[in-house]
C-alpha cells in the first residue's frame, strides 16, 4: 500500500469517528424535554408493568411522525400529542389528548389534572395507546384513571408527567403506566 492511501484509509476512517460523535451528542427528544424539539414536534415516554409491545417501555422515536397540537375551542384548549415508537416490524403509537382552560399557563405553578372518561372537570385528560407487529396482532388500551402534570405550558412550549391506569376495551385486561413524561413545541 502507498503511504498516500494509507493516508485516505485513515482520514476517511477519523472523519466516520467525527461523524459518529457528533451524532451521538444529540439530544434525546423522548426524554420529556421540549428544548431539543422543533415547532409541531412531541415526545412521549412511559414505562408500564406488563409488556407492551414486547418490553416495558414506551419512547417515541420518529420525530418526524410525532406531533402536537394546540387548538382553543370555546373557553378550553385542547392539546393533542401523536406519538410514534418504530422497532420495526412492531410499531406502537401514544396519543395524549389534555383539556385546560383557555389562557392557562404555568406562570403561578403547574397544572394538574386526572384521566378519567366522561370527565367534567375544566382540566382532564384522555390517553390512548396501541402496538402492533407488522400490522397484526394489535394490542390497544384508553386511560381509566391516573393523573397527570403539566410543569410548563407557555405559548410555544408544553412540558409534564403523568401516570395512568389503562384497560383494554376489548380483552379486558389492565396496564398501568409510570414514569410518563411528554413534551411539545407549538
Avoid at 38 to 60: D, L, M, Y
Avoid at 61 to 77: C, D
Wanted: hydrophobic share 30%; proline share 1%; net charge positive.
Amino acid at each position: 500500500m502507498t503511504t498516500i492511501s494509507i493516508q485516505l484509509k485513515q482520514c476517511i476512517a477519523a472523519t466516520a469517528l467525527w461523524a459518529a460523535l457528533l451524532t451521538g451528542c444529540k439530544k434525546d427528544n423522548g426524554s420529556g424535554d421540549s428544548g431539543g424539539l422543533s415547532s409541531g414536534e412531541a415526545s412521549i415516554q412511559f414505562n408500564t408493568n406488563s409488556s407492551f409491545g414486547g418490553k416495558n417501555e414506551f419512547k417515541s422515536t420518529s420525530k418526524e411522525q410525532s406531533k402536537v397540537i394546540k387548538v382553543n375551542n370555546l373557553n378550553r384548549t385542547q392539546i393533542t400529542f401523536s406519538c410514534v415508537e418504530a422497532n420495526l416490524p412492531r410499531l406502537s403509537t401514544a396519543t395524549l389528548t389534555l383539556i385546560v382552560a383557555q389562557g392557562s399557563n404555568t406562570n403561578s405553578g403547574a397544572i394538574t389534572g386526572k384521566f378519567e372518561n366522561n370527565a367534567s372537570a375544566s382540566t382532564h385528560g384522555q390517553l390512548l395507546i396501541g402496538s402492533s407487529n407488522a400490522g397484526s396482532a394489535t394490542e390497544s388500551y384508553a386511560s381509566s384513571s391516573g393523573n397527570f402534570t403539566i410543569t410548563k405550558l407557555t405559548d410555544s412550549e408544553v412540558e409534564g408527567t403523568f401516570d395512568a391506569a389503562c384497560i383494554n376495551n376489548t380483552t379486558k385486561t389492565n396496564i398501568s403506566l409510570s414514569n410518563g413524561k411528554f413534551a411539545g413545541k407549538f
